[in-house]
């Protein structure tokens, strides 16, 4: 077997363990890489899958989910079930024209590795979640509206001289 072929087998190993295995896979076995970086990239993409899903939802649910998760898994260890998740999702997932299933999948991820010690990793990810989450837009200041207006003509009619 070649080394390719092996490498693409672990690969898809460790894409297919449940969170709690491989986060205690990569505690027994810190110097593989692989292992940790499928491990940071699986919760990376859970986090981002639920924030994606909560652009849709109203800024003060975003507000609530974002200091939600914060709070309750930035010590790790954390035994949760899905019901918080799904309550503050509800609007999304009663909606018929809406895919459910990555939110699910997600939900269910990010609360697999919620189980497990936290990662520094991990904890850069929540407290970026929460920041996005909890961020009020920011009301343009006079300079900006005029950039923009200058941006826009310039942009879209480069022809014409201002």
């Known amino acids: 077997m070649t080394k390719?072929?092996?490498?693409?087998?672990?690969?898809?190993?460790?894409?297919?363990?449940?969170?709690?295995?491989?986060?205690?896979?990569?505690?027994?076995?810190?110097?593989?890489?692989?292992?940790?970086?499928?491990?940071?990239?699986?919760?990376?993409?859970?986090?981002?899958?639920?924030?994606?899903?909560?652009?849709?939802?109203?800024?003060?649910?975003?507000?609530?989910?974002?200091?939600?998760?914060?709070?309750?898994?930035?010590?790790?260890?954390?035994?949760?079930?899905?019901?918080?998740?799904?309550?503050?999702?509800?609007?999304?997932?009663?909606?018929?024209?809406f895919e459910k299933e990555p939110l699910t999948n997600a939900i269910n991820e990010f609360l697999g590795f919620a189980k497990t010690p936290m990662t520094p990793e991990r904890l850069l990810g929540l407290i970026h979640f929460r920041d996005h989450m909890t961020a009020r837009p920011q009301k343009a200041t006079p300079f900006q509206k005029g950039m923009d207006l200058y941006i826009h003509r310039t942009a879209y009619f480069p022809h014409q001289t201002l």
Do not use: W
């Open 4 to 97: 390719s072929n092996t490498l693409k087998k672990q690969q898809r190993l460790f894409q297919e363990m449940m969170p709690e295995e491989l986060a205690f896979y990569c505690k027994q076995h810190p110097s593989d890489s692989l292992a940790i970086g499928i491990r940071n990239q699986r919760a990376k993409e859970s986090l981002d899958i639920l924030a994606n899903c909560a652009k849709e939802l109203p800024s003060h649910s975003r507000r609530v989910l974002g200091a939600y998760l914060y709070e309750t898994f930035k010590r790790g260890n954390v035994t949760s079930t899905p019901v918080v998740l799904n309550a503050i999702y509800s609007p999304l997932l009663t909606r018929k024209n």
